[in-house]
């Protein structure tokens, strides 16, 4: 019986390995997703892997992926910590980066996140400062003051400056871009579309697990 269990326990910790070695033909370091040197740490607890979405409200290209975001969200691999970071490349997203973290600190991404992107993309609405945003997220049953005072907060300033560090160390030159584990950047171009960008990611997550079920194993 302990052989037996053994051989059961082995196999289920290879399982990620053996899915991510039949895989291995088909998604290319290079080709379908870009490897980052020297690999950047993650805050994801023991057994989960970090994917970060690299965007910002004022990208186009991020309101058209957006849709496939929230599609993968639905049936993401249980193992993924997903995350959202906004970038700032240019000085007119700075107050869109603000308004996601005012409204991740005030608990309201989930509400409003879809609706910004439709507000700006569908409606046409422009924002040009921090203040018109509050405007907008008053709308959305935000109290425009509590707003005004997150957006404008060394807590804010201290995750946009953050995340402009790891941009340029996850070496990001364009959005959207999706980070896996701190250690691989893929998007819609390297993968082919923005469908197929999921599936990289989804073998990126198997692949990270199989490399630690890999060295479970070994011990």
Same mark, same amino acid.
């Given at each position: 019986?302990?052989?037996i269990?053994?051989?059961l326990?082995?196999?289920?910790l290879l399982?990620?390995?053996?899915?991510a070695?039949?895989?291995?033909e088909?998604?290319?370091a290079? @080709?379908?997703?870009?490897?980052?040197?020297?690999p950047?740490?993650t805050?994801?607890?023991?057994?989960?892997v970090?994917?970060v979405?690299?965007?910002?409200y004022?990208?186009?290209?991020?309101?058209e992926?957006n849709?496939?975001v929230?599609k993968?969200?639905?049936?993401?691999p249980?193992?993924? @910590?997903?995350v959202l970071m906004p970038v700032?490349?240019n000085?007119s997203w700075?107050?869109l980066?603000?308004?996601?973290?005012?409204a991740?600190a005030l608990g309201v991404v989930d509400?409003?996140h879809d609706l910004?992107?439709?507000?700006?993309?569908?409606?046409k609405k422009?924002?040009?400062?921090?203040?018109e945003?509050a405007?907008?997220?008053?709308t959305?049953?935000v109290?425009?003051?509590?707003?005004l005072?997150?957006?404008?907060s060394?807590g804010v300033?201290?995750?946009i400056?953050?995340?402009?560090?790891?941009?340029a160390?996850?070496r990001v030159?364009?959005?959207?871009?999706?980070?896996?584990?701190g250690?691989y950047?893929?998007t819609?171009?390297?993968a082919?579309s923005y469908?197929?960008?999921w @599936?990289v990611?989804?073998y990126?997550?198997?692949?990270e697990?199989?490399?630690?079920?890999?060295?479970t194993?070994q011990r």
């Amino acid at each position: 019986m302990p052989r037996i269990l053994a051989s059961l326990l082995a196999s289920m910790l290879l399982a990620p390995a053996v899915l991510a070695q039949n895989m291995l033909e088909r998604y290319n370091a290079g @080709q379908h997703y870009f490897p980052i040197d020297p690999p950047v740490a993650t805050s994801a607890p023991a057994g989960k892997v970090e994917v970060v979405e690299v965007f910002s409200y004022g990208c186009i290209h991020c309101a058209e992926f957006n849709p496939s975001v929230d599609k993968w969200k639905q049936s993401k691999p249980a193992a993924a @910590q997903f995350v959202l970071m906004p970038v700032v490349f240019n000085p007119s997203w700075e107050a869109l980066a603000r308004a996601y973290y005012a409204a991740e600190a005030l608990g309201v991404v989930d509400r409003t996140h879809d609706l910004l992107f439709k507000a700006l993309f569908v409606e046409k609405k422009q924002f040009r400062t921090i203040e018109e945003l509050a405007k907008w997220y008053a709308t959305q049953g935000v109290d425009e003051a509590k707003f005004l005072a997150t957006a404008k907060s060394f807590g804010v300033n201290a995750k946009i400056k953050r995340a402009s560090d790891l941009v340029a160390r996850y070496r990001v030159d364009g959005t959207p871009s999706v980070i896996v584990a701190g250690k691989y950047r893929v998007t819609g171009a390297s993968a082919g579309s923005y469908e197929d960008l999921w @599936q990289v990611v989804n073998y990126l997550i198997a692949k990270e697990l199989a490399t630690g079920a890999a060295s479970t194993a070994q011990r």
